[in-house]
Antibody
């Protein structure tokens, strides 16, 4: 059974940093692209980052480019999201997702809430 | 960025009934590799989103055949037949053809 478990969320002040983690199990982690998707409170979904199987290629929307960094450790079956220079508009539940079926998000974690506030 | 417009924003349906959701993209979703990376997700209350349909019309593993996707180019439709209580929630379309990948605003399906 595919499992994705996020951690690392919490309350952080604007301008500070936070690092999210996602522990994967139930599949061969190194074979799949992985991604982060977020959802602001009571809002829709926004793609945040994607990383290739080896980690050599990463992709971001302009809203987080230069501030967020996605990375992975295939030996540990773990995905990360380093978030710097956080803004109030980054407040959201962050989901870890396995990319499959082309470019879809086939499996999702339960999410971790990040609140950016002073 | 590709804008994904879903209609309607909300929908009331009777149990056992049929309904459909429309998703229109601001540009064609046909990729240069020939694929159309259009997906449908359902987010049930209090849960993470789940994949229903991938690449326009393919049901994901375990998704009942009451769900069907169709469309091409810029116009896509999700049809739900024989609606059951577990179908309620917010439906999102999503495109993975053009960066940045983008979602529609969502359609909330409620019971009539």
């Amino acid at each position: 059974e595919v499992q994705l478990v996020e951690s690392g969320g919490g309350l952080v002040q604007p301008g500070r940093s936070l690092k999210l983690s996602c522990a994967a199990s139930g599949f061969t982690f190194s074979n799949y692209y992985m991604a982060w998707v977020r959802q602001a409170p009571k809002k829709g979904l926004e793609w945040v980052a994607t990383i290739s199987t080896s980690g050599s290629r990463t992709y971001y929307p302009d809203s987080v480019k230069g501030r967020f960094t996605i990375s992975r450790d295939n030996a540990k079956s773990s995905l990360y999201l380093q978030m710097n220079s956080l803004k109030s508009e980054d407040t959201a539940t962050y989901y870890c997702a396995r990319v499959a079926e082309g470019r879809g998000f086939a499996y999702w974690g339960q999410g971790t809430l990040v609140t950016v506030s002073s | 960025d590709v804008v994904m417009t879903q209609t309607p924003v909300s929908l009331s349906v009777s149990l056992g009934g049929q309904t459909s959701i429309s998703c229109r993209s601001s540009q064609s979703l046909v990729h240069s590799d020939g694929n159309t990376y259009l997906y449908w997700y359902l987010q049930k209350p209090g849960q993470s989103p789940q994949l229903l349909i991938y690449k326009v019309s393919n049901r994901f593993s375990g998704v009942p055949d009451r769900f069907s996707g169709s469309g091409s180019g810029t116009d896509f439709t999700l049809k739900i037949s024989r609606v059951e209580p577990e179908d309620l929630g917010v439906y999102y379309c999503y495109q993975g053809t053009h960066y940045p990948w983008t979602f529609g605003g969502g359609t909330k399906l409620e019971l009539k």
